[in-house]
Protein backbone atom coordinates (compact mmCIF):
# COMPACT_ATOMS: atom_id res chain seq x y z
CA UNK A 1 0.00 0.00 0.00
CA UNK A 2 2.70 2.66 0.56
CA UNK A 3 3.69 2.43 -3.01
CA UNK A 4 0.44 4.32 -3.64
CA UNK A 5 0.54 6.68 -0.99
CA UNK A 6 3.58 9.08 0.73
CA UNK A 7 3.66 11.95 3.18
CA UNK A 8 4.21 15.26 1.95
CA UNK A 9 7.04 16.93 3.52
CA UNK A 10 5.11 20.13 3.55
CA UNK A 11 1.91 19.35 5.17
CA UNK A 12 2.63 16.24 6.85
CA UNK A 13 -0.50 14.08 5.34
CA UNK A 14 -0.50 10.86 4.02
CA UNK A 15 -1.49 11.64 0.44
CA UNK A 16 -1.85 9.55 -3.21
CA UNK A 17 1.37 9.27 -4.84
CA UNK A 18 1.29 10.87 -8.35
CA UNK A 19 2.71 7.76 -10.34
CA UNK A 20 3.84 10.54 -13.25
CA UNK A 21 6.46 12.27 -10.27
CA UNK A 22 9.65 10.38 -9.37
CA UNK A 23 10.49 10.55 -6.12
CA UNK A 24 7.48 12.68 -4.74
CA UNK A 25 7.99 14.59 -1.30
CA UNK A 26 5.34 17.48 -2.23
CA UNK A 27 1.25 16.50 -2.62
CA UNK A 28 -0.30 18.88 -5.33
CA UNK A 29 -1.66 21.30 -2.96
CA UNK A 30 -1.07 25.11 -4.29
CA UNK A 31 0.38 25.60 -0.97
CA UNK A 32 3.02 22.81 -0.97
CA UNK A 33 3.90 23.04 -4.21
CA UNK A 34 5.16 26.92 -3.56
CA UNK A 35 6.53 25.59 -0.57
CA UNK A 36 8.70 22.76 -3.49
CA UNK A 37 9.06 25.79 -5.82
CA UNK A 38 10.23 28.15 -3.30
CA UNK A 39 12.90 25.37 -2.07
CA UNK A 40 14.41 24.57 -5.31
CA UNK A 41 14.52 28.46 -6.27
CA UNK A 42 16.54 28.69 -2.65
CA UNK A 43 19.31 25.81 -3.11
CA UNK A 44 19.33 27.30 -7.18
CA UNK A 45 20.20 30.43 -5.80
CA UNK A 46 22.79 29.04 -3.46
CA UNK A 47 24.95 26.48 -6.01
CA UNK A 48 23.88 28.26 -9.33
CA UNK A 49 25.80 31.47 -10.20
CA UNK A 50 24.51 31.64 -13.43
CA UNK A 51 21.17 30.99 -12.32
CA UNK A 52 22.21 34.02 -9.34
CA UNK A 53 23.27 36.30 -12.46
CA UNK A 54 20.75 35.60 -15.13
CA UNK A 55 17.85 36.69 -11.74
CA UNK A 56 19.55 39.91 -11.16
CA UNK A 57 19.79 41.09 -14.42
CA UNK A 58 16.00 39.73 -15.28
CA UNK A 59 14.97 41.62 -12.28
CA UNK A 60 16.97 44.81 -12.87
CA UNK A 61 15.59 44.95 -16.28
CA UNK A 62 11.99 44.79 -15.12
CA UNK A 63 12.77 47.40 -12.25
CA UNK A 64 13.70 49.69 -14.98
CA UNK A 65 10.10 49.01 -17.22
CA UNK A 66 8.56 49.14 -13.45
CA UNK A 67 10.03 51.99 -11.78
CA UNK A 68 7.13 53.10 -9.34
CA UNK A 69 5.62 49.37 -8.78
CA UNK A 70 6.09 49.10 -5.10
CA UNK A 71 5.33 52.57 -4.33
CA UNK A 72 1.66 52.20 -5.93
CA UNK A 73 1.99 49.18 -4.54
CA UNK A 74 2.31 50.25 -1.03
CA UNK A 75 -0.46 52.97 -2.01
CA UNK A 76 -3.13 50.59 -3.20
CA UNK A 77 -2.83 48.37 -0.16
CA UNK A 78 -2.32 50.30 2.61
CA UNK A 79 -2.90 46.84 4.76
CA UNK A 80 -0.06 45.17 3.44
CA UNK A 81 2.25 47.99 5.13
CA UNK A 82 0.51 47.60 8.05
CA UNK A 83 0.85 44.28 8.62
CA UNK A 84 4.97 44.42 7.71
CA UNK A 85 5.17 47.47 10.05
CA UNK A 86 3.37 44.94 12.67
CA UNK A 87 5.46 42.01 11.84
CA UNK A 88 8.64 44.20 11.70
CA UNK A 89 7.81 45.27 15.49
CA UNK A 90 7.52 42.13 16.11
CA UNK A 91 10.61 40.82 15.32
CA UNK A 92 12.58 43.97 16.75
CA UNK A 93 11.02 42.98 20.31
CA UNK A 94 11.94 39.11 19.64
CA UNK A 95 15.01 40.21 18.36
CA UNK A 96 15.77 42.70 21.60
CA UNK A 97 14.71 39.39 23.66
CA UNK A 98 16.43 36.87 22.45
CA UNK A 99 19.75 39.23 22.26
CA UNK A 100 19.42 40.51 25.71
CA UNK A 101 17.66 37.72 28.01
CA UNK A 102 19.49 35.07 29.69
CA UNK A 103 16.53 32.76 31.05
CA UNK A 104 12.93 33.05 30.89
CA UNK A 105 12.08 35.19 33.73
CA UNK A 106 13.35 37.74 31.86
CA UNK A 107 11.71 36.96 28.83
CA UNK A 108 8.49 37.07 30.13
CA UNK A 109 9.26 40.30 32.06
CA UNK A 110 10.05 41.97 28.48
CA UNK A 111 6.71 40.38 26.82
CA UNK A 112 4.39 42.03 29.68
CA UNK A 113 6.28 45.25 29.46
CA UNK A 114 5.67 45.28 25.24
CA UNK A 115 2.55 43.90 25.67
CA UNK A 116 1.03 46.72 28.43
CA UNK A 117 0.88 49.24 25.87
CA UNK A 118 0.23 47.48 22.76
CA UNK A 119 -3.08 45.85 22.61
CA UNK A 120 -4.18 44.84 18.82
CA UNK A 121 -3.72 42.38 16.67
CA UNK A 122 -0.55 40.62 15.26
CA UNK A 123 1.52 38.37 13.61
CA UNK A 124 3.47 35.30 15.30
CA UNK A 125 5.90 34.52 12.69
CA UNK A 126 9.30 32.19 12.59
CA UNK A 127 12.35 34.65 14.22
CA UNK A 128 14.37 33.94 10.94
CA UNK A 129 11.41 34.78 8.31
CA UNK A 130 11.51 37.42 5.92
CA UNK A 131 8.68 39.92 5.14
CA UNK A 132 6.88 38.27 2.37
CA UNK A 133 7.80 34.45 1.64
CA UNK A 134 7.06 32.83 5.52
CA UNK A 135 3.25 32.04 6.19
CA UNK A 136 2.65 33.67 9.61
CA UNK A 137 0.21 32.94 12.05
CA UNK A 138 -2.27 36.20 13.14
CA UNK A 139 -3.43 36.49 16.63
CA UNK A 140 -5.35 39.21 18.99
CA UNK A 141 -3.72 40.29 21.66
CA UNK A 142 -5.71 41.49 24.70
CA UNK A 143 -4.58 42.30 27.96
CA UNK A 144 -6.41 40.45 30.81
CA UNK A 145 -7.55 43.51 33.29
CA UNK A 146 -6.58 42.25 37.49
CA UNK A 147 -10.36 40.91 38.12
CA UNK A 148 -10.02 38.61 35.88
CA UNK A 149 -6.86 37.15 36.55
CA UNK A 150 -8.22 34.28 38.54
CA UNK A 151 -10.12 33.10 35.31
CA UNK A 152 -6.99 33.60 32.76
CA UNK A 153 -5.20 31.13 35.36
CA UNK A 154 -7.94 28.43 34.75
CA UNK A 155 -7.89 28.73 31.03
CA UNK A 156 -4.80 30.05 29.31
CA UNK A 157 -2.77 27.40 27.39
CA UNK A 158 0.27 27.45 30.09
CA UNK A 159 -0.37 28.46 33.68
CA UNK A 160 0.88 31.96 34.72
CA UNK A 161 3.09 29.80 37.38
CA UNK A 162 4.66 27.69 33.98
CA UNK A 163 5.29 31.14 32.08
CA UNK A 164 6.89 33.11 35.07
CA UNK A 165 9.19 30.21 36.28
CA UNK A 166 10.01 28.84 32.96
CA UNK A 167 10.11 25.15 31.93
CA UNK A 168 8.57 23.11 34.29
ZN1 LIG B 1 1.19 18.73 1.03
Redesign the pocket.
Known amino acids: MEHFTFR ?1 V ?2 R ?1 I ?1 PRNLRVKNQH ?2 G ?1 K ?2 QQARKSKWQREKQQTDPEYRTNKKESQQVWKQKNPDYWKRYRRQHPEYCMHNRQKQRIRDQSMQMSGSCEDNLVKMDTLNLFLKGNTGSYFICPADSDLVKRDALAVKIIPISAGYKHLAKKDSIAPQSMLRYGKS
Open positions: CCCRRYCDRC
